[in-house]
């Protein structure tokens, strides 16, 4: 079932360089295909058969790829940005020169994204017909009204008029945050779990706002099936599991 593509096409496919610094690995004998060194880069390779190595070490195939990102502050969830460091730029190289973030967290928003070059999955996790749940945990600097949880499962009208779907409000407790940390009243912030179905902009800070509170700090913990693996810190990233893109594909 192979096919057989071009051997620069393979390499900068994997985001492996540019045409011509593939060109230019390929003239200083850097690249080998089944054991030997191969100087032009236009003979056609079969990426499912063939080994393919740069600087002695195997570029493996994959058409399709899926990372887990714990996105950490201070990045903004685009595949480029003239001024700020991107969810993209976190990966080093590593995977297909086309992934892209599956939806956007803000730039002082941790946690879960998939970052993949699957455009079907991507649509279909974001469309906002198939209310994909996406819950996240948030520091709020006050308290929230007692009937906060039943007027979000009624959904909410924003500010702006816009009108949301039912979503899960769980308050966890209220924690001292150290001095000099997240500003609150006392420095007492209200922890809670948010499970919405869309994905606004802004839209659980908005949330929160319509109900008098203020976000302080806001993680992603999943979306759909996919969950954020507690053992990545900000800013580490994994491929995922057979089985987690096969949860996604159902
Ligand atoms: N809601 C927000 O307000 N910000 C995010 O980053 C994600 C959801």
């Excluded at 806001?218 to 507690?230: A, C, F, H, N, Q």
């Excluded at 089985?243 to 159902?250: D, T």
Aim: charged share 30%.
């Amino acid at each position: 079932m192979g096919q057989n593509i071009r051997l620069d096409r393979f390499l900068t496919d994997m985001g492996k360089g540019t045409r011509s610094q593939i060109k230019e690995a390929a003239k200083s004998g850097r690249i080998q295909v089944n054991g030997q060194t191969v100087k032009k880069t236009d003979q056609k390779i079969d990426p499912q058969k063939d080994a393919v190595l740069l600087d002695g070490r195997e570029v493996s195939y994959h058409i399709w790829e899926y990372f887990l990102l714990n996105k950490p502050q201070g990045v903004v969830s685009a595949t480029r940005d003239d001024k700020c460091r991107t969810v993209i730029d976190l990966l080093e190289g590593e995977g297909r020169k086309d992934l892209f973030p599956v939806g956007r967290l803000d730039k002082d928003t941790e946690g879960l994204l998939l970052l993949t070059n699957d455009g079907s999955l991507a649509h279909r996790l974001l469309s906002p017909k198939r209310h994909v749940d996406k819950q996240y945990y948030a520091q709020i600097s006050s308290s929230l009204p007692p009937d906060a949880p039943k007027r979000l499962s009624e959904g909410i009208t924003l500010a702006d008029g816009t009108r949301l779907l039912p979503a899960r409000l769980e308050i966890l407790g209220m924690k001292q945050m150290p001095e000099g940390g997240l500003s609150g009243e006392d420095n007492w912030v209200t922890e809670i779990l948010l499970t919405i179905q869309e994905g606004k902009f802004h839209q659980v800070k908005r949330m929160i706002s319509a109900l008098g509170g203020t976000v302080v700090f806001l993680k992603r913990l999943s979306m759909g099936p996919l969950k954020l693996d507690e053992t990545l810190a900000p800013g580490q990233y994994r491929r995922l599991t057979g089985e987690e893109i096969a949860r996604l594909k159902v």
